[in-house]
């Protein structure tokens, strides 16, 4: 089995191995059972902070231990309740030394989630620590070094996506970052601009970044929105972003994520009732000159790629979206080619037999 492209491994063990594991295992339990018997009294202490320094670095899986983490710091690390120490501020009597120390504290926290974010970059439970000791520095910290550490987050993140650069678990914690730097609480504006040219730069490094191009899609209406974009500064994006795709198409039909961008822009196109559209105000024959003109495109494909399931999936669904935006029966060309369309959709893809089915009766 492979993930990613890459193939997993059985590990085989001698008897001096398991014998070693057992021994490890006696460990582990050992100071399990220190953590649990130490919080049943209600007490978090830098003792027990250690422990769970302990047991984190072999398990950081274990989300319980974080919260515990998250009692000692609150507990007997940090200064006070984080509340008060956000009145003393507003105030004007916050005590500079404890927000010096509180600084040293979050920043080592942060470093030390940081080896194990390397070993674990997909363990929910280090991302959402790490999430909560930045929002501790907004509510404990003055702006301008909250800040910082914030943007030194967004830092750490490019670099562990340029490491997997289709880790869902950066790219989500990228985007919640993002907002963080963009809102009032950091004296934020926005970053629609550079977190788009951001998507292009890492989709120019690898086209099956998925994540890269959902992202690029949620960031479209914003950008438009703040460039004050007019119609035909909407068409023109538009064509843009179907020129780019495409191109993507050329080099890899087989690739699944460029045809659910390709099928997001065309959605764009063809309008699904409630949602916000990229070009708005395109009339109802400008729509159809855009599918024919894609459909034709994609066509094209089948010269060198004829064995492809996606591309007759795409010209499947945006021949019956032509057909509505016709109004024509099923018995013209387009028809036709949806016959063929869907008879190779089952012979590639027979598991979905009963879907292709359905698309041909939805459209008859």
């Not at 670095?57 to 940090?78: D, F, G, K, V």
Request: proline share 3%; net charge negative; aromatic share 10%.
């Amino acid at each position: 089995m492979a993930s990613h492209g890459v193939t997993r491994t059985v590990r085989t063990r001698t008897e001096e191995q398991r014998l070693q594991d057992l021994e490890k295992i006696k460990k582990y339990r050992h100071l399990e059972i220190q953590i649990r018997t130490q919080v049943a009294t209600g007490t978090y202490t830098l003792d027990l902070f250690e422990l769970t320094t302990k047991l984190l670095r072999q398990n950081p899986e274990y989300y319980t231990i974080w919260n515990i983490r998250r009692r000692c710091l609150i507990s007997c690390r940090l200064s006070g309740a984080a509340d008060q120490t956000a009145s003393a501020a507003q105030d004007g009597t916050s005590d500079t030394k404890n927000q010096d120390s509180d600084s040293q504290v979050l920043q080592s926290e942060i470093a030390f989630t940081m080896p194990l974010l390397l070993e674990f970059p997909k363990c929910y439970w280090i991302w959402n620590f790490r999430q909560w000791l930045l929002a501790q520095a907004i509510q404990r910290l003055p702006l301008p070094v909250a800040r910082k550490i914030w943007e030194t987050e967004l830092g750490l993140v490019s670099k562990m996506l340029n490491k997997d650069q289709r880790n869902y678990h950066a790219w989500g914690y990228r985007r919640l970052v993002v907002v963080q730097l963009e809102s009032s609480e950091l004296d934020g504006k926005s970053m629609a601009e550079d977190e788009f040219a951001y998507t292009t730069k890492m989709i120019r490094q690898s086209l099956s970044n998925f994540s890269a191009w959902h992202n690029r899609s949620q960031l479209i209406p914003k950008v438009l929105e703040q460039r004050g974009a007019d119609d035909k500064a909407r068409a023109a994006f538009l064509g843009e972003e179907l020129d780019l795709v495409r191109d993507a198409l050329n080099v890899g039909p087989e690739d699944q994520s460029l045809w659910y961008y390709h099928q997001f822009l065309v959605s764009q196109i063809v309008g699904d009732g409630n949602k916000p559209s990229i070009t708005p105000a395109l009339t109802v024959d400008e729509k159809i000159t855009y599918l024919k003109h894609e459909i034709d495109e994609i066509k094209d494909l089948l010269e060198d790629y004829d064995n492809i399931k996606w591309i007759y999936e795409a010209l499947s669904e945006y021949t019956v979206a032509l057909e509505r935006l016709q109004r024509t029966d099923s018995n013209g060309a387009e028809a036709g080619d949806l016959q063929v369309f869907l008879s190779k959709l089952r012979t590639l893809d027979p598991m979905r037999t009963g879907r292709w089915n359905d698309v041909e009766q939805l459209a008859s």
